[in-house]
């Protein structure tokens, strides 16, 4: 590429020989202008790499994406079905729900993200359905689930209960059998940053209350990944459903 000098007052042109023998010549200013979209556009993805949450994944089986990372810990450390800081698991034909809500919760260690299990507060036996949209498990006809459990690798934490209450985070993790407080988040150690809908959320990660339509962030850890908001909506039988939030067959 070859840049003439002009003259006072004359327009400069870039000249780019293009491979057949021909010159094409360029305005000066479109080039300026190319490398600044270029360079623009570079730092576009830069900066939207950098933030905590990636492109949403597809929907998963309840209609939330799906969180496409590792498991924080292995469904499998849930109780074995005697009751769990006052709550039961219920087998199916006992699963009749006056209260159901959903909670949304990111986990990011070291400002990785981790995921809850599907099957987490589900005893086993369980039974795991691989749809088309994703992963789903629910208790087998010899299982039960607890009031607080999760279905799908999404994030949502399943309220269903037979009558209206107050439930923490805490009573969760007591279920799923794994340690939270300020300095651990399951097998994660370090200090525990946490959110509640956007705010931060002083004292004890035990004690977050699970609200409806709740968004809850843990960091463990550093970097703290800034606070992620999601607006979801949960939809098929586990959206509203008052038996087993099963899909076979829907």
Wanted: aromatic share 8%; net charge negative.
């Amino acid at each position: 590429m070859s840049v003439p000098g002009g003259e006072d007052g004359a327009e400069e042109f870039y000249e780019e020989d293009d491979g057949a023998g021909y010159r094409r010549r360029f305005p000066r200013w479109a080039v300026i202008g190319l490398v600044i979209v270029v360079l623009g556009g570079g730092g576009l993805g830069l900066g939207l790499g950098l933030t905590g949450r990636s492109t949403p994944a597809p929907s998963g089986p309840e209609g939330v994406p799906v969180q496409n990372v590792p498991d924080l810990a292995p469904a499998s450390t849930t109780a074995s079905g005697a009751p769990v800081d006052g709550i039961t698991c219920r087998p199916t034909m006992d699963q009749a729900a006056t209260f159901h809500i959903h909670d949304h919760v990111d986990i990011f260690v070291n400002g990785q993200q981790r995921r809850l299990p599907a099957g987490a507060g589900i005893a086993a036996p369980r039974l795991a359905e691989h749809l088309t949209t994703g992963l789903f498990v629910d208790n087998a006809p010899s299982g039960c689930l607890y009031w607080l459990h999760v279905h799908s690798n999404d994030g949502i934490i399943h309220i269903e209960a037979p009558h209206k209450g107050s439930f923490t985070l805490g009573q969760f993790f007591d279920i799923w059998g794994q340690p939270l407080s300020s300095d651990q988040v399951g097998p994660a150690r370090g200090t525990v940053v946490a959110f509640l809908d956007g705010r931060a959320f002083h004292g004890n990660p035990r004690n977050i209350p699970l609200l409806p339509q709740g968004v809850i962030q843990l960091d463990v850890g550093t970097p703290v990944v800034p606070f992620q908001p999601i607006q979801f909506k949960v939809t098929g039988l586990c959206g509203a459903g008052t038996l087993n939030c099963s899909t076979s067959g829907s």
